[in-house]
């Protein structure tokens, strides 16, 4: 069924299209918030979020990303996950992006996840294929859903028209499943050409490989804002776990200072936050890239010192 929304609505998401679109010699903030529906402490995990989301407004992001529930394991995470978009929008007035995945959805369980962000006030989704669940190794598409990012892309845009503003995922250092890296950027294009209209992109610490990285894509005519995804370091052992689980490359720098204070986690705050505005400095420098995307993981501590040292924060 295709949502009743006519082309004017559009006029609602000046604010959100001026930050993205209009190349403001500024860096607009992001983060986002990530919760386990399928946690037995599920409820305590989403009170601790909307607390988290309190403190940490101040910050004064564009908008709040909602994950479409960690692992793939996204079933049981629909009515949790537009319940938290619904609240941030409304309650704390803050706009979101909606993660929504292929991963265990059929067409109709889409439909009802878009009409539930559609009332709950969302106005952006972030659309993704998905990781596999977790007992499968080999992802799969879901009988009546979506096979690649691209179809749930194209079928946002038919139903919902430019009601909402799209983001996809890109991969400046490869995929699991594919690692040329030129195929990769050729699939981005897909997306964008299907319908989104902006760039996240996984982590990653190895700054010149991502800045030639725009470049291909630039150079491959993907002009939508390409926007980097920052991962705060919090402790060492996250660090080295994130960094193998999405398979990227670590500057030997980051390695040598990181291990001298791998043994405590306040020194490794510090290091890694300085580590991190290093990087985003590099990237503001470049002159092409305005936006940040911090992927905070509900812990609000290393984002700001990163934020600080940008001296980003406002009044």
């Known amino acids: 069924m295709r ?24 860096v607009i903030c992001f983060w986002n918030s990530v919760i386990d529906a399928n946690s037995c402490n599920v409820i305590q995990g989403v009170q601790n979020l909307y607390d ?55 067409r109709e369980a889409i439909d009802k996840a878009l009409l539930e962000a559609y009332n709950g006030g969302c106005r952006c989704i972030l659309a993704l294929r998905g990781d596999p669940p977790l007992e499968n190794e ?27 503003e799209i983001g996809v995922a890109g991969y400046p250092e490869g995929h699991p499943e594919e690692q040329d890296h030129e195929v990769l950027i050729d699939h981005l294009k897909e997306k964008l050409d ?11 610490y190895d700054v010149e490989h ?12 993907i002009t939508v804002p390409i926007i980097p995804g920052i991962m705060p370091i919090t402790n060492y052992a996250s660090f080295i776990r994130r960094a193998k689980w999405c398979e990227i490359n670590v500057p030997t720098e980051f390695m040598l200072a990181l291990e001298r204070v791998k043994d405590d986690d306040a020194a490794v705050r510090e290091v890694g936050a300085q580590l991190v505005t290093d990087m985003c400095k590099t ?12 992927y905070t993981m509900n812990l609000e501590k290393a984002t700001r010192m990163i934020l600080e040292h940008l001296e980003l924060l406002r009044n």
């Open 3 to 26: 949502c009743p929304v006519s082309r004017s609505s559009t006029l609602f998401l000046r604010p959100l299209r001026w930050v993205l679109y209009t190349g403001v010699r500024d």
């Open 52 to 106: 988290r989301i309190d403190r940490m407004r101040d910050l004064h992001p564009s908008f709040v990303d909602v994950t479409w529930n960690a692992g793939g394991t996204s079933r049981q995470g629909v009515a949790t996950t537009t319940e938290i978009v619904a609240k941030v929008n409304k309650a704390y007035g803050l706009p979101t992006c909606m993660h929504l995945t292929c991963t265990g959805m059929s």
């Open 138 to 164: 080999k992802w799969e598409a879901t009988v009546g859903g979506f096979l690649y990012a691209r179809d749930l892309v194209a079928y946002i845009r038919e139903q919902y028209e430019d009601y909402f």
């Open 194 to 204: 299907a319908g989104a209209s902006f760039v996240i992109t996984q982590m990653f």
């Open 210 to 221: 991502f800045l030639d990285w725009v470049d291909k894509c630039r150079d491959k005519g």
């Open 283 to 294: 990237i503001i420098e470049k002159g092409h890239i305005y936006h940040l995307h911090f």
